[in-house]
């Protein structure tokens, strides 16, 4: 089932032409060209100033003048800030400023040709900018600055300083200091002693005299001999006290091989509590590639290398250095027992074996959880079946069992731990029922031919360090060996989260719920009705408490008796694909084909888990009839990609997605879409549209009436075919829906993206992945596969034949392989974190930056190629080599003016560069002749995110006529 190459042509050479969309040549014919003296007499304006914060750049946009110099100057201090050449009659400066007292409160351009200047006052500029009073009008807050981190002894004072907080008033500041143990100071720079060991987080807040206020954090590091815990690391799920860092493997690479890994969704939702229900269990999966680099690098396979992970630290971790987590959220929890030093990972264990034994077919998972005390089974993951066995195989059912690196000695030991899996072809959920003669209707899925991962299915992390900080994005070690030989290494994020915010709603009002789902309960629980209150952290009583109160509600509402079949998993009646690990679908006592296969599952005569989730609560609405879940509002996004209403969109993402999904504190949503304003509801849609699926008809009188077997993906479809949870999924092609030649931007119904997040006129990509009068919020399926995942072919071994509505449907990203057969999520990053993260220091950020140098896409060839790749498009998605090469270096002349297409794909069609032609890191290239650009005709600076086109090392070859 060699289809390797097949997969790349389909994906990266797909070139035919749509149609959608007619671009104009931006070139001029000789009758309507203007002179440079007419284009200096040309009006010169700015058209916008900007200073983008997240990003710590300004960005000024102006007009007037073709290939003339303008210089930006700080117009207080007429401090010289940077020069370009026009392009066209636009110019732009994108400019990095570290320090936010640098940044100029008002900016002026000049032209050089005439000395035409004009001013402008920087939007957004920082209270402290350099030249006046500051960006806003009226009291600004004022500054505070925490400093840190700090690190001390138990019973020994520690001193805190708050030197460079300031009030732009210059008026007298308040101080309030949190030390995190529970005590607190007044004073601007006072000193604490802590009593206990641990890593405890410090908060700032400054107040001015008008009441305005800004908070900071940093942490405070206590441990004996004083030395900082400065890692956050998390090696083992069971609860104990503490001790030094758990030692590192060594962090080393080889010349010849490199390991690619990545968790396969970007975030795992687990539980701090699990004695009256559990949401999912601790179950992380990581896929790793080895590959052996040369001309042409080679893929191994476990007859050639075995491959290990173990954990892992950043010393920059914002953990630690902020008190904020990779997402630069928080502030985070501690589940440090100040009294004890205790720290509490989960009391998953303690129920496992009960709450997870109808998810296997009898007798499954007391193989790998024996009877016996609990300390047995302690950080061994969920067995993990193998379905390339069971469906492509011979049959059979076997599993594996991953371990935490910690098991054998928690807190002292860091193992390395084997992935127990290699997949060569990956089933998704393709039905092996009808072979059996049981037709059902079930058919939705396919198979990915040669994944070629390593897997290590089921590593079961909870959401607390090793030193009970909740971190969502711990780092794992991951290493390729031949024997005790280390040939490559990397350190990939490996998420966990137990953030939930159903205690909103249904805990307690001491506990602070809003009793929305609490009224109607004769008896409420609160956290003080745990009997392990004050023996665990708040966090866990608060959610012990709101367990019950939902088991109380549900047993109220629908005659159930819950609250005396605890543990309980909702998945168990309301079936959902994560938790169907042998991707059997719903079983119940009116299917059971293999006779107790369902093992007390009921799921076949209720609605599934996103069903009854998604769309109950989206019906929900308040007393005055308002959704309590409100719509999200479409982005308003302007030409300098600033969404302005970003701000409101957020907090419809609080009171939505992130009432559930790990958002507040940890927001899972972190990577290249939310960098660039995206939020959830613009790749998904709203609570409704997600809730609608195949489940939409079964009702306990109507059981079993999936609603399936048609093309989910045809909206011209009467009657239409509603989602599979978990399978029908927005992907990359929903949005990137081809190039600059052919792409979907502009038809009816589509949203375009106006520009990037450095202010580079986009108009290719799209900012939703569905059309907006579509009702379902269909993700779209692209004609042009340049960036798209892969497709179901005529051929796949699940396709029962050539009317099979499968056929040219999208798989998964997570699962989806591209150039040269590696899987795509080694390259960009997993799910809902696509590289890279915005925040230099986050973690999501290690693994590019040890691969290549730099963070975001892996882009460099030479990451697993070596030598010469000479004049080719044939890396991923059509691209040519990258970086100094001989194609850079001139080798590109011929093919640009044999096929001038090619180019226009991602250079645009006036070869002006586009979005798909940015730097992806600062690099110096050879010029071939003297231009405005290059001036002395031998190299030039290209600036991380600019837009390469061909007038800047010679004459614009694709617009030659």
């Known amino acids: 089932m060699n289809r390797a190459n097949k997969w790349t042509r389909a994906i990266f050479y797909s070139l035919m032409p749509l149609g959608f969309l007619a671009l104009a040549s931006n070139n001029l014919s000789a009758s309507d060209s203007k002179s440079k003296s007419e284009s200096e007499d040309e009006s010169f304006t700015i058209k916008k100033a900007i200073w983008k914060y997240e990003e710590n750049r300004l960005i000024v946009k102006g007009k007037g003048g073709e290939d003339l110099e303008v210089v930006l100057m700080n117009a207080a201090t007429e401090d010289v800030l940077e020069s370009v050449v026009s392009k066209d009659d636009d110019w732009r400066f994108k400019i990095k400023i570290e320090d936010d007292t640098d940044v100029p409160c008002k900016v002026s351009a000049k ?56 009030d732009p008033e210059m008026g007298d500041l308040v101080y309030i200091w949190d030390f995190g143990d529970g005590n607190t100071s007044n004073e601007a720079n006072p000193s604490h002693v802590y009593n206990e060991t641990g890593l405890f987080q410090v908060m700032l807040t400054v107040k001015d005299g008008e009441g305005a206020s800004s908070e900071v954090m940093t942490v405070a590091s206590i441990q004996e001999g004083g030395q900082p815990t400065a890692v956050s690391i998390n090696s083992t799920s069971q609860n104990d006290i503490p001790g030094e860092p758990v030692p590192e493997q060594p962090l080393l690479n080889t010349d010849d091989y490199r390991v690619f890994a990545v968790n396969d969704l970007g975030m795992h939702c687990g539980d701090f509590d699990t004695r009256i229900s559990s949401i999912l269990p601790p179950f992380n999966v990581l896929h790793a590639t080895v590959i052996r680099r040369g001309l042409e690098p080679e893929i191994l396979g476990p007859n050639d290398v075995d491959v290990y992970y173990s954990a892992a630290s950043n010393p920059q971790d914002p953990i630690i250095t902020t008190g904020q987590n990779s997402a630069q959220s928080g502030p985070v929890y501690s589940s440090r027992n100040v009294a004890t030093g205790e720290v509490f990972k989960t009391n998953f264990w303690d129920v496992a074996r009960d709450a997870y034994d109808p998810f296997y077919p009898p007798g499954i998972l007391p193989a790998f959880y024996p009877a016996g005390p609990v300390e047995d ?22 599993a594996e069992q991953q371990a935490m690196p910690g098991r054998h000695g928690p807190y002292v030991e860091n193992a390395l731990e084997k992935f127990e899996a290699f997949v060569t072809d990956q089933p998704f959920f393709i039905d092996m029922f009808p072979a059996l003669g049981l037709d059902r209707n079930f058919q939705f899925g396919y198979v990915v031919e040669d994944v070629n991962w390593f897997e290590a299915p089921g590593i079961p992390i909870s959401a607390f360090d090793d030193f009970g900080l909740e971190n969502p994005w711990p780092l794992y070690r991951v290493q390729a060996k031949q024997g005790e030989t280390i040939l490559a290494s990397v350190d990939t994020v490996v998420p966990i989260s137990g953030e939930a915010n159903c205690g909103a709603c249904h805990g307690a009002g001491v506990d602070g719920g809003n009793g929305l789902a609490t009224s109607a309960l004769a008896e409420v629980a609160s ?26 509600l549900h047993d109220q509402k629908h005659g159930t008796d819950l609250e005396n079949q605890t543990p309980v998993v909702c998945q168990q009646c309301h079936y959902t694909p994560a938790l169907d690990l042998a991707q059997l679908g719903p079983l119940g006592p009116e299917f059971d084909p293999y006779g107790g296969f369902a093992n007390g599952r009921n799921q076949i005569s209720v609605k599934s888990m996103s069903n009854v989730m998604h769309s109950h609560h989206g019906s929900l609405t308040d007393a005055g009839g308002e959704p309590i879940f409100p719509d999200m509002p479409d982005a308003i996004k302007d030409e300098f990609g600033v969404v302005s209403n970003h701000q409101e969109r957020r907090e419809i993402l609080q009171e939505t997605c992130y009432q559930c999904h790990p958002g507040r504190r940890t927001d899972c949503l972190r990577g290249a879409m939310s960098n660039g304003g995206m939020l959830c509801q613009d790749c998904h849609g709203d609570m409704m ?42 992907g990359c092609g929903s949005c990137h829906t081809g190039d600059a030649m052919d792409n979907m931007a502009g038809m009816p119904g589509t949203v375009v993206n106006p520009a990037d997040t450095d202010s580079n006129p986009d ?26 995942e892969n497709s179901i072919e005529a051929d796949n071994p699940a396709v029962t034949g050539p009317e099979d509505p499968r056929i040219g449907n999208p798989m998964l990203y997570r699962v989806s392989v591209g150039h040269e057969g590696i899987f ?138």
């Not at 350099?130 to 600055?145: H, L």
């Not at 003080?528 to 088991?551: F, G, R, W």
């Not at 730099?854 to 460099?860: N, S, Y």
């Open 111 to 166: 032209r050089s040709a005439d000395g035409t200047m004009e001013e402008m006052r920087v939007k957004d500029a920082p209270d402290n900018c350099k030249g006046d009073m500051g960006g806003g009008d009226g009291n600004m807050p004022p500054i505070a600055n925490a400093n840190g981190p700090y690190a001390g002894s138990p019973n020994q004072a520690v001193d805190f300083s708050s030197e460079g907080s300031s």
């Open 377 to 398: 089974i302690l950080d061994l993951g969920l067995p993990m079946p193998n379905v390339e066995q069971l469906y492509l195989g011979d049959f059979g059912l076997s």
């Open 527 to 552: 956290s003080l009705d745990d009997p392990m209150y004050e023996m665990v952290p708040d966090e866990v009583s608060k959610e012990y408490a709101t367990d019950l109160n939902l088991v109380r």
């Open 689 to 730: 549209q997600v809730g609608r699926d195949f489940t939409d008809k079964v009702t306990p009188d109507n059981p079993g009436d999936f609603v399936l077997g048609g093309n989910f993906y045809d909206t011209t479809a009467d009657p239409q075919q509603p989602r599979v949870p978990w399978a029908n999924e927005p």
């Open 763 to 788: 108009n290719i990509r799209l900012f939703k992945a569905y059309l907006s009068d579509d009702d379902k919020a269909t993700p779209i399926v692209p004609s042009n596969k340049r960036f798209a």
């Open 824 to 961: 795509c999520e080694a390259c960009h990053g997993a799910t809902h974190g696509i590289w890279p993260n915005k925040h230099d220091a986050a973690n999501d950020n290690v693994a590019a930056n040890q691969l290549q140098g730099h963070k975001g896409t892996i882009i460099e060839c030479s990451t697993c190629h070596e030598g010469d790749l000479g004049n080719t498009l044939g890396g991923p998605h059509g691209m040519h080599p990258v970086g100094n090469t001989r194609f850079a270096d001139g080798g590109h002349g011929d093919m640009a003016e044999r096929n001038s297409d090619e180019c226009k794909a991602c250079h645009g069609p006036d070869g002006l560069g586009t979005v798909l032609s940015r730097m992806a890191v600062t690099r110096d290239l050879e010029c071939d002749s003297s231009t405005a650009f290059c001036p002395d005709g031998n190299s030039a600076t290209f600036e991380k995110g600019y837009m390469v086109g061909c007038v800047e090392c010679h004459e614009n070859e694709i617009n030659h006529d």
